[in-house]
């Protein structure tokens, strides 16, 4: 069965520094999004992403977010300077068309710890 | 936005049914209801989604109240890995940018 798959599964970073999280959506795919969910609280959506170009953000993707499609096959969330508090999980997710009736594919994340 | 409400906890018995609610009493006319659920330690995992008929797959049923208002969640026999947090969410802005509520923490009992 298609994935979405996310590198790395764990990431450590400085307070600071800047930090790419990595995601190959299922292929044929065409929306992807960004998702991060704080240890002990719910899912919130940062992102959404459909033909090079960001469809939808939430008041938390603020300028120190940034997302990208390199290739034909990578997604990634830059995020430019990190704080203590984007210590989270990050989840990408695909869907085939962005439309209301159909399923959007979850990653299994990738745990970001800023110290 | 269309917000749903759902109990924060249940329990239920393996091998037992069990029915998740679901409240969506400002759901519009072009809004789907989807359900994802979160095993621990995992990404959320879609479940099943509808707009006014009931749907069932391999995974549960869904039943959606004729006024839309609610709906509920059927997993026919419970597992242990069916053990995890379920969420119900309406689609948002005509698109499928999924927004997470609190949902409701399954607990599945041997």
């Known amino acids: 069965e298609p994935e979405v798959t996310q590198t790395p599964s764990h990431q450590v970073t400085q307070m600071g520094q800047e930090v790419i999280l990595r995601c190959v959506p299922i292929?044929?795919?065409?929306?992807f999004y960004w998702y991060r969910q704080i240890l002990g609280q719910k899912v919130e959506f940062l992102v959404s992403f459909y033909n090079n170009e960001i469809s939808e953000k939430s008041e938390i993707f603020d300028d120190q977010f940034s997302v990208e499609r390199p290739d034909g096959s990578n997604f990634t969330l830059k995020i430019r300077s990190t704080k203590l508090e984007d210590s989270a999980m990050y989840f990408c997710?695909?869907?085939?068309?962005?439309?209301?009736?159909?399923?959007?594919?979850f990653g299994q994340g990738t745990r970001l710890t800023v110290v | 936005d269309a917000k749903t409400t759902q109990p924060n906890s249940m329990e239920s018995n393996e091998e037992e049914p069990v029915h998740l609610p679901c409240n969506h009493s400002t759901i519009s006319g072009t809004d789907y209801i989807h359900w994802y659920r979160q095993l621990p330690s995992q990404g959320p995992e879609y479940v099943i989604h509808?707009?006014?008929s009931n749907v069932n797959n391999r995974m549960a049923s869904l039943a959606i109240a004729e006024d839309r208002k609610s709906s509920t969640l059927i997993l026919h026999r419970a597992t242990l890995r069916d053990a995890a947090v379920y969420y119900c969410?309406?689609?948002?802005?005509?698109?499928?940018?999924?927004?997470f509520g609190a949902g409701t923490r399954l607990t599945v009992k041997p």
């Open positions: 292929s044929n795919h065409l929306y």
């Open positions: 969410i309406l689609s948002y802005y005509n698109n499928n940018d999924m927004r």
């Open positions: 997710a695909s869907s085939s068309n962005g439309q209301v009736n159909t399923e959007a594919f």
């Open positions: 509808g707009l006014t």
